[in-house]
């Protein structure tokens, strides 16, 4: 078998061949008229065309003799085209066999036929050369066999696995329906930062990066959510962003430093009437962009069109970990009851990160049904507002199905006294060696002393929402071109 340097080396001599043609293998214009799709579902009216011209990678070739079948494929659709010595040019005909390689990307015009097979084909009258590939494509290549591979070369997987191309579309669909809905709420659709001098909105490590110009330190943002409430404060009722987080965390099979998230802010509403609204939002994603509200899901039927359940925290932590009133136990106590779970835990780790790193090894795995998790700590959500009835919890709540956190929320904090203390706090865990922990953001605090109405806010997970409804378990499957570590480092 050649080895791909020596296929490249081939593929070289035929452009070679093409310039002493006079033909430029890349050239800039091409007179494609038609979408493959188009000419499938048209095709009786168009077969009525003297000539039509075409144009797609060439996916396969079969000549046999005098005749050259192909079929290309231009993104919407494959389609098939003869070469045929008498209705193509013999000098056409010979260069096309010379110097075509699958892979290749050609235009061809002719007029439209259907073979003795009931194949609409076009019968080629001439073709062109518009890029021709010097390496070949996957079937030819063991490569990308390698798992990482495909993700390192996510251009050849596309090619190669047609379902991989419908994932991401269905990607793409699924973010224009959930930005339909959010538009038909009355949502605006905004951009906020993503150099920020302070990462805060959530409990996670940040990327940092300097600014020659100005001299100073930025950071790269964690969650869109503190901007979005300053537009609160600002005077609109309703906004939502759909953007790339970055968080300089562990990279395992939910979680990609580089992220894509949709968040929402409602003023006048609160964590319940927001749990409503989601609810409706998640039905009507799963019932029309995954064509029913029933889906399989690592082998478990995922059901969408009952109501959602709903459970506490600490209730679940009761049923799944068997931890009996979690509420007053002591940190040493939990971190005894993760090392009797066989959990690892750091020394500087809080309370509160203790029993989500429970919650999420040993409880989360068992809610396959979409549920919502209320009632938590209330150091576990420091942006949150305390419930009336228990100030000890947090007014808020988590969606889960198939075992993953798919939805997080909350009645947004919105009095600045309580808003300080919570990040004093956060900054006591932080000196303490928590490098999650939420920095003390007097910018925002300064814009909460303005007055921000109470309201509802939502962060959805776009990618683990798709790997859920493509019954994906490794986010990597669902992001173009997920993080990787340079080939070759150790």
Not at 37 to 61: H, N, P, W, Y
Not at 435 to 459: I, R, Y
Request: with cysteine.
């Amino acid at each position: 078998m050649a080895s791909l340097e020596e296929l490249r080396q081939v593929r070289l001599q035929k452009i070679d061949v093409l310039k002493k043609h006079g033909i430029d293998p890349y050239p800039i214009k091409t007179a494609k008229q038609y979408e493959n799709t188009d000419v499938i579902q048209k095709f009786e009216t168009l077969s009525k065309e003297k000539t039509l011209t075409l144009a797609g990678r060439v996916m396969s070739l079969r000549p046999q003799g005098g005749l050259i079948f192909l079929n290309f494929n231009d993104g919407s659709a494959v389609f098939q085209a003869l070469l045929k010595k008498g209705d193509t040019l013999e000098k056409d005909f010979d260069l096309f066999s010379e110097t075509v390689d699958v892979g290749d990307f050609v235009e061809v015009t002719g007029s439209l036929f259907e073979t003795k097979r009931g194949e609409k084909t076009l019968l080629v009258s001439s073709w062109r050369m518009l890029s021709k590939a010097i390496l070949p494509l996957p079937e030819k290549w063991h490569g990308l066999q390698d798992v990482e591979e495909r993700f390192r070369k996510r251009y050849l997987d596309l090619i190669a696995s047609p379902e991989v191309k419908q994932r991401f579309t269905f990607r793409s669909r699924l973010i224009t329906e959930l930005r339909a809905s959010l538009e038909r709420a009355g949502f605006l659709e905004v951009e906020t930062s993503m150099l920020q001098t302070l990462a805060g909105g959530t409990n996670a490590e940040p990327f940092k990066t300097h600014h020659n110009a100005l001299q100073i330190d930025l950071h790269l943002r964690i969650a869109q959510e503190l901007d979005l409430k300053k537009l609160l404060i600002g005077g609109f009722p309703k906004v939502y962003e759909i953007g790339r987080n970055f968080r300089n965390e562990g990279i395992d099979v939910t979680h990609n430093p580089e992220f894509t998230t949709v968040e929402w802010y409602q003023a006048y509403s609160d964590a319940s009437g927001q749990m409503a609204f989601v609810e409706k939002i998640i039905k009507g994603l799963v019932e029309k962009i995954a064509g029913g509200a029933k889906i399989i899901y690592g082998g478990n039927e995922v059901d969408f069109s009952k109501k959602f359940k709903t459970a506490t925290f600490y209730e679940i932590l009761e049923k799944h970990a068997s931890i009996h009133d979690a509420a007053s136990l002591t940190l040493d106590a939990l971190k005894k009851k993760a090392a009797e779970l066989k959990i690892k835990v750091d020394d500087s780790d809080t309370l509160e990160k203790v029993l989500d790193t429970i919650y999420k090894r040993i409880c989360r795995p068992y809610l396959i049904q979409p549920t919502f998790i209320t009632d938590f700590p209330i150091h576990y959500l420091p942006l949150a507002k305390k419930k009336s009835d228990d100030p000890k919890l947090v007014d808020a709540f988590q969606l889960v199905a198939g075992g993953m956190e798919l939805v997080k929320a909350f009645s947004e904090l919105n009095d600045p006294l309580d808003q300080r203390a919570r990040f004093a706090e956060q900054e006591k865990n932080r000196k303490a060696g928590d490098k999650e922990a939420q920095p003390n953001d007097e910018a925002f605090l300064e814009a909460l002393e303005h007055g921000m109405p109470p309201a509802g806010g939502v962060g959805i997970g776009i990618d683990r929402l798709t790997m859920l409804l493509n019954d994906q378990k490794n986010i990597r499957e669902v992001i173009f071109f997920p993080t990787l570590r340079p080939k070759g480092d150790a």
